[in-house]
Structures are given as C-alpha cells and as structure tokens.
C-alpha cells in the first residue's frame, strides 16, 4: 500500500515526465513544498529498498535565494545582481535565478530565505594588524588623543596595577600632535610627566598611529638609550634643548625597538596574544571579512607563532598573510637568511602563509618623518633631520636588496614585499627599488598609504606592475581635514592627498585597506569614504573590487577567492543594504553584515533573525521533527 501511494503522489506531481517543482509557474515556496513531498515519498522507511527510489545524490548543500548576488566576476557585475546562490561543499556550485537554484533542493538542504538581502564576495583587508590591535598586553592604559599630556597622569596611576603579560606598562592611543605642540610650547620633557607618577617602572606609549612612542626614565635606562646615544639610521631619539638628554619621545625604529624590551615572549605574554588574536578574528568576521594581511608581523616576539597556534587548533577563520617584519636595525645577511628559512605558502590545517614582508621606507607626516623631495612646512627641528625632509628607515639600495634576495629564491620560492611609503621622495624611492629589482613576471609586491605621490610617478604602479594600496576609511583621510595637511606640506602638495582615482586611472592595481586599528575596520566606511573624495573619489563598483577580486589577486588567491564564481570557494558576506543601489550611495557606511561565511562555514551571523528567514522551516513546520543533525533547516544567521 504504501508504495502504491508513492506511485499515485508521484504521478499526481508529475506532468508528461517533467516534476512540477520545475515548472516556471510555481512560486519558489510551491516549489520548495513540492520538492518537500518529494523528499518524504523518499523516505528509506516508507517502502522497503527495492521498490523506492534511492536519493544517491542528495548532498548537503545551503541554498541563498530572493536576494541581489552581487558576484563581482566580469566587468558588468553590478548591473546583473543574480537572485541566488548555492554553495555545497565549501564551494560555489551555482548562481543565478530562483528557479534554478531550488532545483538544488533535497533532503540534505538548508534553505534561507534572504528576503532582499544582498551578498557579496567576502572582504579582504590586505593592511591590518589583528594581534597588535586585539591583544590586551599593550592596550592597559588607554590614552585620548587630544589631551594634554600634563592631564594624563592620573590615567597612568589607575592603568599601571592593572598590566598583565609584561612587567613593563604599556598602553597608548594618544596623538603625536598633541605631544609635539606639548614641547613647542615650552612644556616640561613628556618623560618627567611619567616619571613624577612611575619613576620606577618602565613605561610605554605608543602613539595613535604607531610611529612613536613616549616613555619614562626608567624605560629609556633598561634600553640604554641616554644622551651619549648616536643618531642610528632610521629612527630620532628627541632631546631636550641645552642638555642633549633624552626627552621621552622616540620616533620610528627607535620606538619599535624599546617595544622589542617591552615585549619579550614569556608564557603569559603568549597566551594573551592568543586570547586576543582569537577575540581579534571574530571582530574581522563581524565586519565581513574573510581575508587578512596582518601587515607587520613581529617576528623577534613569536607573533608568527602565535598565528601557526591559532591555525594548528582549527581556530583560524579567515585567509590570512603574514606580512614579516624586516627589522631596520637587524644584520641584512642574518636577517635575510632567516626569512627565508620562515617562508610558507601553504599550511595543511589552515589558511595561514608566511609570504610577504613588511619594509617601512619612511615615516609619517604628522611626525614630519615621511621622506619628502622639498621640505615641510612645519619644522620641529629633529635630531638627525637637518634638511626637514624626513627621514628613511630603509633606503632604496637596502629595499633593492632584500628584493632581490628574497622575491625568487629556493626553487621559485617567492616573497610579496609590502612597503610603507608615505613621502614623495619615499615613494620616488621605493618605485626606483622595484624598478632595480624587476623580473619579467611573478612578483605581486605593493605599497601602502602612499600620502604624497608626484604626478610623474602615478603611472609607474601599472608598468613596475606593483599594487597600489590606499587606505581612506579613518576620518583623518578625508578632504575636510586637508587644513590640518595643508599645514604640514603646504597647499599645492596637500590638494592630491591621497590620490586614490589618479593612480587607479593609470590602470594600476588597486586596493582599499583599513590600517586598523589606526582606523576603522568596517569596509563600509571605506567603501563610503573612497566615493566621497571629490576629484579623488571612485565609484562604488571600484570600491568594492579593491576590496574583494583586487585584493584577492594582492593575497595570491584571486582563483580561489574574491568573487562569486561557480567552482570557487564560497567566502561571502550577507548584508542588510544594496549598496549598488544608486539611492543608497549616501547610507552605505551603515550597512549591516548579517552573516559572513568561509569556504562555505558559518563564521558569523548576527542576533537579528528579522531580515533573513530560514524558509524550509517556516513552510513546513510538520517536517521539523524530521530533521536530522539541523538538515533542511537551516540555523537563522
């Protein structure tokens, strides 16, 4: 009897051989109500196993459909959103309409409505520092960036008991501006602020930015860093005017090195870089993303191994680079050997390479340390910087070399170099490096920031074939605070701050990137920001593929990655808002990220359900009480 029931109800959804659930009349819950019976009538229990069909090719699949699939793949993506995507086995297996997407459907289904959410690859940020920033061993006294040093230290009294990992106490977030008005305007040496509180206790604060840092005599002794100490090359030891003593404030490498003290690997100290790496990736998938560069890894501190940790124990939920540190003071034939011995491009149990190395050529602005080809017009007098044109930390012969060392070595081994340059002159400089060191094809190397780029140098990027890396997401990179630059380098040079849409126009590679947590993480901001620049604007459209299938070809995995494709990996992020939609081009830095998955697994899914329905469920609730291990239905991000 009951095998004469799956033949009547068979026929009875059945027209000339083809199954209703095919028809193009239906609407997609008949369809899936269909498919449903389909499903029970194939119920190993309903007939013995010679007379029922067998259900051999029912996969587990999750199907996304009444959405806008934005698949950044092609030129014409964003004029032709698709209504749906299917991803089975970590993979895209289809994109396109709703009819045909739920013929995907069978009993091993998950099926989520999206009810006009849109999807899109998931993010990359390809300059971002998770361990640094997420790690609370350095982060235990929190600074505000516009106030006064004097008033600063009642922080460091309450901050100090509190530090863990290190007998040093660390902490930061204040501005160098703030500190260097502090001096200009005659104030007492920034050390003696620390010291009249923490005379006893090494103490150091990174600035907002991380080019320097302030610290108290007892730092500065533990470091044997006194007024005897000679000018050594990338970095400026600041002193008090009269004495030559030192004042408190070190600038670049000199800062990076009193923080190798400070951050001495001990088993404590792991363990929280650890906890707060972990803590650090959700915040990543939170935003949408599932690709990083971590773009200075501290290799002299175990951070590479804190990473390798985080993969080995299957915790790791993103793509991740390590950008490895070239560190300025370091012996080039030593370090260069090293580095090599480090290089990873592949890793069993994760996502995780050691392929790419991190070069400062320059400073910073504010800090009148980026390389510039005239002088600022700010000058503060540093030591060592008699021209007032920034300094470099690694010169161009020096970046030459470590490029040409290690970009092809050990069999087709190939390190990625990622270069802060910020000056006209360090740019000028780390272009001329690249150019020195050119082979014909494989290299994939970058620059980041690039503040201040001479209009004869915007097309070089495309024909050295070195990626431009911008970052226009924190709200000191918008055109509003071009005053503040203007009074650093003058008018003229200030107009092109930043010059995102001239080198993109070169058709140069290009990407966008957070720098976080100098700025925001969210992409959405970026997205906003880099369409709000004026003459340097770009479109939506350009602004999502630096974020996504540029930045993908940067990480050396745009065939695996960085669009929807059928045949690649289902790394894709659910939101709330169509930011393609002209009338949202205003309200995309509040976009939501409702779900973000990697190689097809959940990584993230926010608590409001409202949005994006698990549709199987809601239609057919009678079947609920047969599904097994959550199949056909689906988890609501």
Not at 67 to 93: F, H, L, M, R, S
Not at 197 to 225: G, K
Not at 350 to 364: A, E, H
Request: net charge negative; with cysteine.
């Amino acid at each position: 009897m009951l095998c004469l029931c799956w033949t009547l109800l068979t026929l009875a959804i059945t027209t000339s051989g083809k199954s209703l659930s095919k028809s193009s009349t239906l609407t997609p819950k008949d369809r899936l109500l269909l498919r449903e019976i389909e499903c029970l009538l194939e119920d190993e229990a309903l007939c013995d196993q010679d007379s029922m069909p067998q259900q051999s090719n029912a996969v587990k699949n999750t199907i996304y459909f009444n959405g806008n699939v934005y698949t950044v793949d092609g030129t014409d993506w964003d004029q032709t959103p698709k209504e749906a995507i299917v991803v089975q086995d970590g993979k895209v297996a289809f994109v396109g309409s709703n009819q045909d997407a739920l013929e995907y459907v069978n009993c091993e289904s998950s099926v989520l409505d999206l009810n006009g959410a849109t999807v899109l690859p998931g993010f990359h940020d390809v300059h971002i520092h998770p361990l640094e920033a997420s790690s609370r061993v350095g982060s235990t006294c929190k600074l505000t960036s516009d106030t006064d040093p004097e008033l600063m230290k009642d922080i460091f009294k309450t901050c100090a008991p509190r530090q863990i990992g290190t007998e040093w106490v660390l902490g930061g977030g204040h501005s160098i501006t703030s500190i260097l008005d502090h001096i200009e305007k005659g104030g007492r040496p920034p050390r003696e602020i620390i010291d009249e509180v923490l005379p006893d206790v090494p103490v150091v604060m990174l600035e907002e930015t991380s080019h320097s840092v302030w610290v108290n005599s007892e730092a500065l002794r533990r470091a044997n860093i006194t007024k005897w100490t000679p000018v050594r090359p990338g970095g400026v030891i600041m002193r008090e005017e009269g004495t030559g003593e030192p004042n408190g404030i070190l600038l670049e490498d000199e800062g990076v090195s009193i923080m190798e003290f400070a951050m001495k690997p001990t088993p404590e100290l792991e363990e929280l870089n650890y906890e707060g790496l972990i803590d650090g990736l959700w915040y990543r998938n939170e935003n949408g993303i599932t690709s990083v560069s971590d773009a200075r890894v501290y290799w002299g501190r175990g951070n590479d191994k804190t990473w390798e940790r985080v993969c080995k124990e299957g915790k790791l939920t993103v793509r991740a680079n390590l950008a490895l540190w070239a560190y300025p003071q370091k012996d080039d034939s030593q370090q260069i050997e090293a580095l090599k011995d480090m290089f990873s491009n592949e890793n069993p149990n994760c996502f995780l390479r050691k392929n790419q190395i991190k070069v400062y050529i320059d400073g910073l602005l504010d800090s009148t340390t980026a390389a510039m080809e005239e002088p600022y017009v700010k000058n503060l007098h540093l030591p060592g910087i008699s021209d007032n044109r920034g300094l470099n930390i690694f010169d161009q012969p020096r970046l030459a070399k470590y490029v040409k060392e290690l970009q092809n070595f050990d069999n087709n081994k190939r390190y990625d170099f990622l270069v802060h340059a910020i000056g006209d002159r360090g740019v000028h400089q780390a272009l001329n490096a690249f150019d020195e060191s050119w082979i014909s094809a494989g290299t994939r190397h970058r620059m980041t920031h690039l503040e201040q780029v001479k209009p004869e140098d915007m097309n070089r990027f495309q024909k050295l074939n070195v990626i431009a890396d911008f970052q226009v997401a924190g709200n000191f990179t918008k055109p509003s605070t071009r005053d503040h630059i203007e009074s650093l380098v003058g008018k003229d040079r200030a107009h092109d701050f930043i010059p995102l849409r001239s080198v993109y126009h070169t058709n140069a590679h290009v990407t966008l990137s957070s720098d976080w947590d100098v700025s925001t993480i969210n992409p959405f901001v970026g997205i906003q920001n880099a369409i709000s620049r004026g003459h340097q604007s770009v479109n939506v459209k350009d602004a999502v593929e630096m974020y996504t299938i540029n930045a993908a070809f940067a990480m050396r995995q745009e065939h695996v990655v960085g669009s929807l494709a059928t045949g690649k990996d289902a790394d894709l992020v659910v939101i709330d808002t169509d930011i393609m939609d002209q009338n949202n081009e205003d309200v995309i830095h509040k976009t939501r990220v409702l779900q973000t998955v990697l190689a097809g697994e959940e990584v993230y899914s926010t608590e409001d359900q409202n949005q994006v329905n698990d549709v199987t469920c809601e239609v057919f609730e009678n079947r609920a009480e047969n599904c097994q291990d959550g199949h056909y239905c689906y988890t609501n991000p």
